[in-house]
């Protein structure tokens, strides 16, 4: 079956700098989404992309899906404590079950 | 509007000690999922529910038994607990359908000593 793979696993970021955590498929993916968990809490849908080379933005989180349907990437500007927690990909497969990626810890520093 | 309620939210076992998760939604979703949460590890699929009397094997469903009661409940039985199931579960929801999103549960944080 499918498999979505993420990096990086951890990702320590200064409070004002931005970074991006990418979602990485050997597959053509029919959709991907990204979930975020906070500390302690459970995962929480934040988008999903459908269409080849899709670019979406919710304020200072810009996603992207690949022109192949391959990958995928989550770039956060400017970081703000806000933005803790686990960032998690995942795609749906033609039974409509989610296969979730490892997921990037982001830890922000002050 | 509850969502994707989980029962308990804490749980200590002794090894060989049996106990079962229970889940339910409010959300007339078909689909029901149990997922694992270990750390570096994800989320793995336990056990799919596709509708009410269906039940799949997912990536990890060694140890474990679930139960689709009826189209909200989707329940969890560890038989035997083992150390090796000492996770936080998860229990999601969808509807059936290719572009979808899964609704979780507060999660249920299960230590095995």
């Known amino acids: 079956g499918q498999q979505v793979m993420q990096i990086p696993q951890y990702q320590h970021v200064q409070e004002g700098e931005d970074f991006t955590t990418y979602c990485n498929s050997s597959t053509t993916l029919s959709n991907i989404q990204w979930y975020k968990q906070r500390p302690g809490g459970h995962p929480v849908f934040l988008i999903q992309?459908?269409?080849?080379?899709e670019v979406k933005k919710q304020k200072r989180l810009t996603f992207q899906f690949g022109e192949a349907k391959k990958n995928s990437s989550l770039h956060i500007t400017a970081t703000q404590t806000t933005d803790v927690g686990t960032y998690f990909c995942?795609?749906?497969?033609?039974?409509?079950?989610?296969?979730f990626g490892a997921g990037t810890q982001v830890v922000v520093t002050p | 509007n509850a969502g994707v309620t989980q029962t308990p939210k804490f749980q200590v076992l002794k090894t060989g000690q049996s106990m079962t998760l229970q889940c339910a939604q409010d959300m007339n979703h078909n689909s029901m999922y149990w997922y694992r949460q270990d750390p570096g590890m994800g989320l793995r699929l336990i056990y799919y529910s596709a509708s009410e009397g269906t039940t799949d094997k997912g990536e990890v469903p060694n140890g474990y038994n679930v139960s689709r009661l009826n189209k909200r409940e989707f329940s969890l039985r560890l038989e035997s607990a083992a150390p090796s199931q000492t996770s936080v579960y998860f229990c999601?929801?969808?509807?059936?359908?290719?572009?979808?999103?899964?609704?979780f549960g507060q999660g249920t944080r299960l230590t095995v000593v």
């Open positions: 999601a929801s969808s509807v059936v359908s290719l572009n979808t999103e899964a609704f």
């Open positions: 992309l459908v269409k080849s080379g």
């Open positions: 995942a795609a749906t497969d033609s039974w409509g079950k989610f296969q």
